[in-house]
């Protein structure tokens, strides 16, 4: 397992952009994927996106269909860090926001992650 740290939530205005960041500790961080996950007040936690590396360049990325387009993941591998990018942000993007790491290859299921961050909140006005 990885331990995770989330930064960067806070509150914007709609249409505004946050950069969320996830530092993780451990020697072998290039070997997850990384995803990020969202959760808002009575509702499930639902996947937001995801990111893969097969090396070199070969960064994969995974977007669930009401984000694209708005928002970017990415990766460092040499930082240890992974990064979303959120612009255009709307109310309904409202959510604490969690970071999670898991070994094998891409997923969008929550249960297939066994390292999670803390979580950010992140907050819209309209």
């Known amino acids: 397992q990885v331990q995770l740290v989330e930064s960067g939530g806070g509150l914007v205005q709609a249409g505004g952009s946050l950069r969320l960041s996830c530092a993780a500790s451990?020697?072998?961080?290039?070997?997850?994927?990384m995803g990020w996950f969202r959760q808002a007040p009575g509702k499930e936690r639902e996947f937001v996106a995801a990111?893969?590396?097969?090396?070199?360049?070969?960064?994969?990325?995974y977007y669930t269909d009401s984000v694209k387009g708005r928002f970017t993941i990415s990766r460092d591998n040499a930082k240890n860090t992974v990064y979303l990018q959120m612009n255009s942000l709307k109310p309904e993007d409202t959510a604490v926001y969690y970071c999670?790491?898991?070994?094998?290859?891409?997923?969008?299921?929550?249960?297939?992650?066994?390292?999670w961050g803390q979580g950010t909140q992140v907050t819209v006005s309209s």
């Open positions: 451990g020697r072998t961080f290039s070997s997850y994927a």
């Open positions: 999670a790491a898991y070994i094998g290859g891409y997923s969008a299921r929550p249960s297939d992650f066994d390292s």
């Open positions: 990111i893969t590396w097969r090396g070199g360049s070969a960064y994969f990325a």
